[in-house]
């Protein structure tokens, strides 16, 4: 397990440095640009990853527990991006607290996350290993806990790079509109005034930031699913 | 009338398919709200002459820029993404697996800031935005494709077809081509959620996409200009979304 982390996080941060060397030295003043781009890099992450972390804890039990209610979070998580959610939390309420920006974010992440829980343990179900476990006198609970849940749980884990790409794109929305001083809202501004240096210092951390949640989340997702290690 | 096994079984896979998808409940309604949604334009003169208001009238006339645009990038992406899957899985080997390593750590990435990105490298302007609108969505097209057409080569069929004596093309045309198109169509169709949500994100950074819903959920100040186009986007990503479901139902395709 610790090889298969190692491996995992030495391709991440490989291609993260690549990314970063590239906006350092690809374009005239990119390394002044990076450092100003990476001063907002704290506030990018408390607000990504409050909103990944609120929008899992949620969304995964919602999934796991409640059919109809799990499908009825998928619908809204697909059909109201987080840029689209921050936008009328801000015009709705007036008002630029950070808080309600993760809060904003997290909607199509749970609403994902609960997509993902409910076919996690649909898939569970038909594999059929949970019930040979019923079938050797394991117990209901035990069963659930160490059979079905962590089994249910490793396609979110493997879902937390396509989360956060998604939610790291509306994020630079979020923090564009709620006035937060992150590496997104310079990517907005850089874009906008066409300043190439800075537009590709913020566009290498982000993705740099995803690169590694993914890796993260496919490190997780070998932990409760050995099977993924092998992939 | 209900179809029983046997019916099922002497029908052709597109009848079934069809029937299928016409009975999903979720995809008629998404059907129905995408009209709904298309042919509201129809409903601007009147409205522009009964509410005072002209923030519900300009979002429907942007509704079929916004679909516009989102369609042509989609067919761009697709086929692009598909080219690129096709070639990998005809070369195989090392070759097509580099082609595929590049796809998916592309795909990794937070592509739909691509169009800002690009906003920003490319100095302004319309074609850098529109063009990063379709290349944001080549990657994962690409990946949704060769894994299919992988799979098509697999099938016992074709080797039966190819070990009768039909020729390469004959083979592709009558065997593969009928058997991938449905497994593709549900592979492909998030390509046009994804560009609706790719083309508003940055229409409302103000980067692109002039007279879409994005860029009027950017401008809109208050809660009655927003809510119109924010409506008309949710409604019309959530009519997307069910439509997919219903094509993932009418092929039997599970979700993973």
């Known amino acids: ?93 007036g008002t630029r607290v950070p808080a309600l920006a993760a809060l904003a974010l997290a909607v199509p992440v749970l609403g994902e996350a609960a997509r993902i829980g409910r076919a996690g343990v649909a898939a569970v179900d038909r594999q059929g290993f949970t019930l040979a476990a019923r079938g050797r006198g394991v117990p209901v609970r035990e ?14 884990a493997g879902a937390l790079g396509s989360l956060a790409a998604a939610t790291v794109a509306s994020g630079a929305a979020a923090e564009a509109l709620f006035g937060l001083p992150g590496t997104g809202s310079m990517l907005v501004q850089a874009a906008r005034a066409g300043d190439a240096a800075g537009t590709a210092a913020a566009a290498a951390l982000l993705a740099g930031l995803v690169l590694l949640l993914r890796a993260l989340g496919a490190v997780l997702r070998g932990g409760l699913d050995p099977r993924a290690r092998l992939e | ?21 016409a009975h999903h409940r979720g995809a008629m309604q998404g059907l129905a709200l995408l009209m709904a949604v298309v042919l509201g334009d129809a409903l601007v003169p009147p409205l522009r002459g009964i509410v005072g208001d002209e923030s519900v009238a300009d979002a429907l006339q942007a509704g079929h820029a916004t679909l516009a645009f989102a ?59 529109d063009a990063a609108v379709l290349l944001a969505l080549v990657p994962g097209a690409a990946l949704a494709t060769h894994g299919i057409a992988v799979e098509a080569g697999r099938h016992g069929f074709v080797a039966a077809a190819q070990a009768a004596g039909l020729g390469r093309y004959e ?25 609706v949500l790719v083309l ?22 208050t809660l009655a200009a927003l809510l119109p186009p924010a409506l008309l986007l949710a409604a019309t990503l959530a009519a997307l979304h069910a439509i997919g479901h219903g094509i993932e139902a009418a092929f039997a395709v599970e979700r993973p």
């Not at chain 1, 069963?143 to 979110?156: D, I």
């Not at chain 2, 580099?98 to 490298?121: D, E, I, Q, S």
């Not at chain 2, 198109?181 to 492909?188: D, E, N, R, S, Y």
Request: glycine share 16%.
């Open chain 2, 200 to 221: 508003s994100l940055g229409a409302f950074l103000g980067v692109g996409g002039a007279g879409t819903w994005g860029a009027q959920i950017g401008a809109a100040k």
């Open chain 2, 71 to 129: 369609v042509a990038a989609a067919l761009g992406g697709v086929l692009l993404g598909g080219v690129w899957g096709w070639l990998a899985a005809l070369f195989g080997g090392p070759i097509g697996r580099a082609l595929m390593r590049a796809a998916a750590g592309l795909a990794a990435l937070p592509l739909a800031l691509l169009p800002v990105v690009a906003a920003g490298l490319g100095g302004g302007g319309p074609l850098p935005f």
């Open chain 1, 1 to 93: 397990m610790l090889s298969f982390a190692l491996r995992r996080f030495a391709a991440a941060l490989t291609a993260v440095l690549l990314l970063v060397a590239a906006a350092a030295f690809g374009v005239p003043e990119g390394t002044a640009a990076l450092g100003r781009a990476a001063a907002g890099l704290p506030v990018t992450l408390a607000l990504v990853g409050g909103a990944l972390a609120l929008g899992l804890t949620l969304g995964a039990p919602l999934g796991l527990a409640a059919g109809w209610l799990g499908e009825g979070a998928a619908t809204v998580g697909a059909a109201v991006p987080g840029f689209l959610a921050a936008a009328l939390v801000a015009v709705a309420l």
């Open chain 1, 143 to 156: 069963a659930f806990l160490r059979h079905t849940l962590p089994a249910a749980l490793a396609p979110l």
């Open chain 2, 171 to 195: 083979v592709w045309r009558r065997h593969t081509l009928p058997n991938v198109l449905g497994p593709l169509l549900v592979a492909l169709w998030p390509a046009l959620p994804r560009a």
């Open chain 2, 1 to 21: 009338m209900e179809r029983t096994r046997f019916d099922m079984a002497t029908e052709s896979p597109w009848r079934i398919a069809r029937h299928r998808f």
